[in-house]
């Protein structure tokens, strides 16, 4: 699964909306929403957070993460 699909997924099971995880970020909405769909990469330190606030494995999302970039 893709990063940006992982992103989607834990936020709809959890009920969270996008300018939420966009305010625990510290960026826009709309960056946010680029983010998701795959039309911008997240930093780093972005899914390190997103990683804690999911409560997931940050190893996991980082791979995740790595293996977009390969893509």
């Known amino acids: 699964m893709l990063f940006d699909k992982k ?3 834990l936020r709809d099971e959890q009920g969270v909306l996008q300018r939420q995880l966009a305010a625990y ?3 826009d909405t709309p960056m946010f929403s ?3 769909r795959g039309d911008r990469r997240a930093k780093r330190s ?3 957070l997103l990683a804690k606030y999911f409560h997931i494995n940050e ?3 980082l791979t995740l993460w790595l293996a977009d ?3």
């Open 7 to 9: 992103i989607r997924e």
């Open 25 to 27: 970020l510290e960026i």
């Open 34 to 36: 680029k983010i998701e």
């Open 46 to 48: 972005q899914v390190v």
């Open 59 to 61: 190893n996991e999302m």
């Open 69 to 71: 970039k390969v893509l």
